[in-house]
Nanobody, 122 residues
Framework: QVNLVETGGGLVQPGGSLRLICVGSGDILRDSAMAWFRQVPGKEREYVAG????????LYGNAVAGRFTVSKDNARKTVYLEMKNLKPEDTGVYYCASGRGLRYGVNEYDYWGQGTQVTVVS
């Protein structure tokens, strides 16, 4: 069984920064990748960024490339999302997920956290 817990969300002004943290427990390293998604009411869950446990290959969504950075700590079963130059359109609930491959689709991921709210507003 895998459990994921996200922290670090909050309220920030445009241009500001936040760091999200996802701590995993259980046999999480058997899945090959971790990813961050986000969702706003009425819209589908959107891929943000992901990273493989082995080799550290990363994959970013087009909307965040160059502003967000995903990283990991295998020993702590923890994944981070550094978000800079935040925009109002980055607002949403951010979820971390554990999956079999580093891909964009939500169906590629087996386990999900409860989510943490990020709100970017003036």
């Amino acid at each position: 069984q895998v459990n994921l817990v996200e922290t670090g969300g909050g309220l920030v002004q445009p241009g500001g920064s936040l760091r999200l943290i996802c701590v995993g427990s259980g046999d999480i390293l058997r899945d090959s990748a971790m990813a961050w998604f986000r969702q706003v009411p009425g819209k589908e869950r959107e891929y943000v960024a992901g990273i493989r446990w082995v080799g550290a290959r990363t994959l970013y969504g087009n909307a965040v490339a160059g502003r967000f950075t995903v990283s990991k700590d295998n020993a702590r079963k923890t994944v981070y999302l550094e978000m800079k130059n935040l925009k109002p359109e980055d607002t949403g609930v951010y979820y971390c997920a554990s999956g079999r491959g580093l891909r964009y689709g939500v169906n590629e991921y087996d386990y999900w956290g409860q989510g943490t709210q990020v709100t970017v507003v003036s």
